[in-house]
């Protein structure tokens, strides 16, 4: 099946509270034109160098998504356009973006990842941390970010129990900390789920998807 076909068949799929992220990490300049022509904007990068050459070249009424880990000197490259940075894990990250964001005159969004998965290669806070972080002094005057919600990964295994569990605490959790609601922390997306287990996610209240292989083929390692 063609990109456009993927794009139209996962659109039809999906409930409509879920919004879908097109991860074109990797991908040509023309695929991402091809899903942006079958109405896609959304679409979600992992490389900072990567993200900004396809911002300069492919339309601007593209939303941008870093869904990659982000290292904190490397905000400024995308403070001036980047819609929605998903994989914020430390305060370091959070007060670098909110200077930068400041810099170029944005409030920048941008979601908390939480560590749901067992496997120690993935990245994220621990829920008291966030807890914290949350009610500390040092957050309430990072007043150029605004915390949208969380993202989480779950582990990369074949047991959909597992996967289910992980996926049931980060709603747990978000359930738990919308009751911080303040200016910078407004809660209303849970990230999670990618072409494999997507579906399992929306059961368990995501709201919004990652997906790529399931829109562009295999992905090109790079």
Known sequence: MSITNNINTLIKSLPKNVKLVAVSKTKPVSDILEAYNAGQRA???????????KFE?????????????LQSNKVKYIASFVHLIHGV???????????????????INCLLQVKIAKEDTK????????ENLLSSEEFKYLSNIK???????ASFVDNETIIREEFKTLKNYFNILKKHDSANFNP?????????????????????????????GTRNYN
């Open 43 to 53: 679409f979600g990068e992992n490389k900072i160098q990567e993200m900004v050459q």
């Open 57 to 69: 070249v492919l339309p601007k009424d593209i939303e941008w998504h870093m869904i990659g880990h």
């Open 89 to 107: 894990d430390s305060l370091k990250t959070l007060k670098e973006i909110n200077k930068q964001a400041l810099k170029n005159n944005r409030i």
């Open 123 to 130: 990245f994220g806070f621990s829920f008291d941390t966030i």
């Open 147 to 153: 915390i949208k919600g969380l993202m989480g990964m």
């Open 188 to 216: 209303t997306i849970i990230s999670m789920g990618m072409s494999g287990d997507y579906k399992i996610a929306i059961e368990e209240g995501s709201t919004m998807v990652r997906v790529g292989s399931a829109i562009f």
